[in-house]
């Protein structure tokens, strides 16, 4: 069963927020997130017009999510609100060649931008990543998504190319970034 250790983190507005997994019963919010992604910005991979699953299919994919010996899906908590969530997984899990390689996406509830909740993701996602054997992380952000852009770097990560083209997004293409962060 993957999973993060639970945390409590002091945004620096002073409030607390609690860090933990989520788990089969948190797909209510987990939904409330991502619409609200969709529509604050064109730096997810949420849209506005995109269907999303019902409480039932979200709330059945975190139990996968939960139930991978790998694969991590978790969140910030202000008191029972969710306000942002992050995920790791390992795409070829068990293969011999890329088995070490994680994948991430993370978003958050604008609402709580910069507040260091990005960061503080980004340092538990990375002490999850040497727990579980996985030596390199990476993701894609847009290359425009300043404040993205200089989150990841920040924490190490490295641009290693750029994909021309990669999003069209209200009638305008973008390109995006390859980022990585090597663990060993």
């Known amino acids: 069963m993957a999973a993060i250790e639970e945390q409590k983190f002091k945004l620096k507005d002073g409030r607390e927020l609690e860090i933990r997994s989520l788990i089969f019963s948190d797909g209510e919010e987990v939904i409330k997130v991502r619409k609200c992604l969709s529509l604050e910005s064109v730096h997810t991979m949420h849209f506005p017009e995109m269907s999303l699953p019902s409480i039932a299919v979200s709330s059945e994919f975190q139990q996968d999510q939960f139930d991978h010996p ?3 899906s978790y969140g910030g ?3 029972k609100r969710l306000v942002g969530i992050s995920n ?3 795409p070829r899990h068990g ?4 088995g070490h390689v994680a994948e991430f996406g993370m ?4 609402e709580f931008w910069g507040q260091s909740i990005g960061k503080k993701f980004l340092e538990i996602q990375e ?3 040497l727990k579980s054997g996985i030596k390199r992380i990476q993701s894609t952000v847009r290359v425009n998504n300043d404040r993205g852009v200089a989150l990841y770097t920040k924490a190490g990560f490295k641009i290693e190319g750029t994909s ?3 999003a069209f997004i209200n009638g305008k293409y973008y ?3 390859t980022i990585a962060k090597i663990l060993i």
Not at 107 to 110: E, N, Q, S, Y
Request: charged fraction near 25%; aromatic fraction near 16%; hydrophobic fraction near 50%.
């Open 70 to 72: 790998v694969n991590v």
């Open 77 to 79: 908590f202000l008191k």
């Open 88 to 90: 790791l997984k390992v």
């Open 95 to 98: 293969h011999p060649w890329g």
């Open 107 to 110: 978003g958050i509830v604008k």
């Open 127 to 129: 002490a999850y990543a």
């Open 164 to 166: 021309k083209a990669a």
């Open 175 to 177: 390109d995006e970034y």
